[in-house]
């Protein structure tokens, strides 16, 4: 199937501080993207959706100045937590639509998942 | 609005036995259904999907069918192994739209 990466997987940050998680799908062009968190023994919360050079949108209750999106290319969204707090700490998933699925058809893929501890 | 209900867990089951996990969903239109599995730690792998009524999607000894009269498609493995255990998501698809998903059942295969 189709690949989603995401980098870091693991990052631990300094209150105040800003840190940057990046979704890349590696094999195919993903108009949308999806930013999810997920709590400890959770399902997902959708944080927000991305779209390729328009900006994202963002769900209920979710600080949009606080978790800036940016979906510059087809390939590449990225998700920044801004003057991050311990309470941010968290899994973030991100996931890529590929539409046309070489042959599976319209298909929703995830990433890896990425742990951000603030300290 | 579209929907995902799946069986609450955690279930546990001893190797080798018999797997269902229900899941069943409301939506207006036509979507495609999956099952996403999660392992401890990672993200969640695409397991099966179905995208029309009666088609049935399969892997790795997962079964699962498009019941649009029940509207389910319930989850299925004939022999489960201790490496099976994670946490198992249904969704739904409808469109250029985000998954909806079910809350998740938390699946422990014991030796």
């Known amino acids: 199937g189709a690949v989603v990466s995401q980098h870091p997987s693991w990052v631990i940050c300094k209150s105040g501080t800003s840190v940057k998680i990046e979704c890349r799908s590696l094999?195919?062009?993903?108009?949308?993207m999806f930013w999810y968190r997920q709590f400890p023994k959770q399902s997902l919360m959708l944080m927000a959706t991305?779209?390729?050079?328009?900006?994202?949108t963002y769900e209920q209750g979710v600080e949009k100045d606080k978790f800036l999106i940016n979906h510059a290319s087809l390939t590449l969204s990225t998700l920044t937590v801004t003057s991050a707090h311990p309470e941010d700490s968290s899994f973030y998933i991100c996931?890529?639509?590929?539409?046309w699925g070489g042959g599976t058809g319209n298909t929703i893929y995830f990433g890896e998942g990425s742990w951000l501890t603030v300290v | 609005g579209d929907s995902v209900t799946q069986m609450e867990g955690p279930v546990t089951l001893s190797e080798e036995a018999f797997l269902t996990i229900n899941c069943t969903y409301t939506?207006?239109?036509?979507?495609?259904l999956f099952w996403y599995v999660q392992y401890p730690g990672e993200g969640l792998q695409l397991l099966l999907k179905?995208?029309?009524?009666?088609d049935k999607g399969s892997n790795k000894g997962f079964e699962a069918t498009y019941r649009k009269e029940t509207t389910s498609f319930h989850l299925e493995k004939g022999s489960v192994q201790v490496s099976d255990s994670a946490v198992y998501f249904c969704?739904?698809?409808?469109?250029?739209?985000?998954?909806?998903f079910g809350k998740g059942t938390r699946l422990s295969v014991i030796a």
């Open positions: 996931s890529a639509r590929d539409l």
């Open positions: 939506a207006t239109g036509y979507p495609s």
């Open positions: 179905a995208t029309k009524a009666d």
């Open positions: 969704a739904l698809d409808a469109g250029n739209t985000p998954l909806v």
């Open positions: 094999d195919f062009q993903a108009t949308t």
């Open positions: 991305s779209n390729e050079g328009s900006k994202a």
